[in-house]
């Protein structure tokens, strides 16, 4: 499916053809901080799947120190946006997705032992207690 995307100012567009219909919905500490919510919801695509149609540059990438993790966002609305997920493959904030994702579904909670304590998890997607297990 081809999904396109973009921040709450436009600054930053995107598409990408997703191959999987499956949702992964992070609930560790720092996506939780990250959001202000109880954690990150992404969809996943290979790095030649993904075209950033306009603002590219405008997206800021920070690397949390001591961690693997970074935060990807519009420098001017502060939006999540997609970035690199591991060599060959990258993540999309799936709430960032405007068109083209009617078939996306809850497959998987990662990092469940590290969720809020008010997080009640209410779908059918598979529940690890810490990093995606296949
Ligand atoms: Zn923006
Ligand atoms: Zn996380």
Known sequence: ??????????????????????VFICHCSICRRFTGSNGIAVVLCKNDAF????????????????????????????????????IDSMFIPAGSISSGGEKLRVAHHI????GAA???????????AKAFKA
């Open 111 to 114: 990092w469940v032992d590290s």
């Open 118 to 128: 008010w997080d009640v998890i209410g779908d059918q997607g598979r529940i690890h």
């Open 51 to 86: 075209r950033w149609l306009r603002g590219e540059d405008k997206k800021t990438v920070w690397n949390k120190p001591n961690a693997q993790w970074q935060a990807n966002f519009c420098s001017v609305c502060g939006s999540a946006l997609p970035g690199s997920d591991n």
């Open 1 to 22: 499916m081809v999904v396109t995307g973009e921040c709450n100012c436009g600054t930053v567009v995107f598409e990408a053809d997703v191959d999987e219909p499956d």
